[in-house]
């Protein structure tokens, strides 16, 4: 495991959250664009993914930290990011294992889950991090264990009147 950061900064993490059709796309779209954040499809695979990190075991064992970050790179997202975000782009959009791994600062879930979605926001050319998921409502709580310091929330409500 390398560590490409020095600093013990915490790192915010950008959580975009609201009811399905609320408008949370519409809001990825600005973030990117004009705030520097860096995010691909919906993300899933966050709070789930916590639960199995356990079942995996000790993430300093680097065996178990390399297949947490493949089983991670496997998911929904990343298999969409490799399909189609190439073209969208213009240019190869590929989170690798060895990225993700030379951003992970220490042996635990959360800085692995931050390092990929970290990848993600450089390889899209992007420096800030965040992750859409409509559904983050229900997983608050996770989150919040996760990225006690690090976690923003931007919850989109629409009012239809």
Not at 39 to 55: F, K, N, Q, T, V
Not at 60 to 78: D, G, K, Y
Not at 88 to 105: A, F, N, P
Not at 113 to 131: I, K
């Amino acid at each position: 495991m390398s560590t490409t950061h020095t600093d013990d900064a915490p790192r915010e993490i950008l959580f975009v959250l609201g009811a399905p059709r609320s408008g949370t796309t519409f809001l990825v779209r600005l973030l990117f664009e004009f705030f520097d954040y860096g995010l691909g499809p919906e993300g899933h695979w966050i709070a789930p993914m916590s639960r199995r990190a356990a079942a995996i075991g000790d993430l300093s064992e680097p065996a178990n930290l390399e297949r947490l970050v493949e089983e991670i790179l496997a998911t929904e997202m990343f298999e969409i990011v490799r399909e189609q975000y190439s073209d969208r782009y213009g240019r190869t959009i590929d989170v690798s294992k060895e990225g993700v791994l030379e951003r992970v600062r220490e042996p635990a879930y959360p800085s692995v889950a931050y390092a990929a979605l970290e990848c993600l926001a450089h390889q899209l050319g992007r420096s800030r991090v965040a992750s859409k998921d409509p559904g983050f409502y229900r997983e608050l709580d996770t989150l919040n264990e996760l990225f006690p310091t690090e976690a923003k929330y931007l919850c989109v409500v629409r009012d239809g009147r």
